[in-house]
T-cell receptor, first 113, second 114 residues
Framework: DTEVTQTPKHLVMGMTNKKSLKCEQH?????MYWYKQKAKKPPELMFV???????INESVPSRFSPECPNSSLLNLHLHALQPEDSALYLC????????????FGPGTRLLVL | AQSVSQHNHHVILSEAASLELGCNYS??????LFWYVQYPGQHLQLLLK??????LVKGIKGFEAEFIKSKFSFNLRKPSVQWSDTAEYFC????????????FGQGTELSVKP
């Protein structure tokens, strides 16, 4: 089973709201990733967690705050977002954080008003 | 900086036509190469990958790709496309010792006319 699940599927939030995106995998993978994808564009890497530790932060604004509570779960906490942050947020996982195949979830489509 | 280049932004084909999508990368070291597909309204799915060995790799749904190291290319092919192949196709790579960063090309939108 190569399934990565994400909740919610859709999210609408105001610029003063605080919300969280959730991602889960049960493949025993030890690397998890957050990507941001705008329409008609490729995914852009935001964060990488390796063995529950943040290993890569691609200079993402602090209004995005990742968290990895355990090896199966990955959260992305959102606070004071801007309309330009509206996008599809994708979670992925791989066996380890190297050159392994990454498996993607369906994404959360976020709209910031 | 390392990059992935996909030559065609939008390809339009009729059913049963042959497909070849170009992908070139700029990096002189060891790479792993991938093709992902994103069907309308669906998530990214792995079509095929190349890590080492036989440079001609076969993937799902009749797709194949050929790694040509001397040309830094990893082109995707399918002998006969179907309407259901309409999707966005992304070429991507990971580099040795880069912590898992997946570098994507800009994508090619494929439209297949029935």
């Amino acid at each position: 089973d190569t399934e990565v699940t994400q909740t919610p599927k859709h999210l609408v939030m105001g610029m003063t709201n605080k919300k969280s995106l959730k991602c889960e995998q049960h493949m025993g993978h030890r690397a998890m990733y957050w990507y941001k994808q705008k329409a008609k564009k490729p995914p852009e890497l935001m964060f990488v967690y390796s063995y529950e530790k943040l290993s890569i932060n691609e200079s993402v604004p602090s209004r995005f705050s990742p968290e990895c509570p355990n090896s199966s779960l990955l959260n992305l906490h959102l606070h004071a977002l801007q309309p330009e942050d509206s996008a599809l947020y994708l979670c992925a996982s791989s066996q380890v954080a190297g050159q392994e195949t990454q498996y993607f979830g369906p994404g959360t489509r976020l709209l910031v008003l | 900086a390392q990059s992935v280049s996909q030559h065609n932004h939008h390809v339009i084909l009729s059913e049963a036509a042959s497909l070849e999508l170009g992908c070139n990368y700029s990096y002189g070291g060891t790479v792993n190469l991938f093709w992902y597909v994103q069907y309308p309204g669906q998530h990214l799915q792995l079509l095929l990958k190349y890590f080492s060995g036989d440079p001609l790799v076969k993937g799902i749904k009749g797709f194949e790709a050929e790694f040509i190291k001397s040309k830094f290319s990893f082109n995707l092919r399918k002998p006969s496309v179907q309407w259901s192949d309409t999707a966005e196709y992304f070429c991507a790579l990971t580099l040795y010792n880069q912590g898992g960063k997946l570098i994507f090309g800009q994508g090619t939108e494929l439209s297949v006319k029935p």
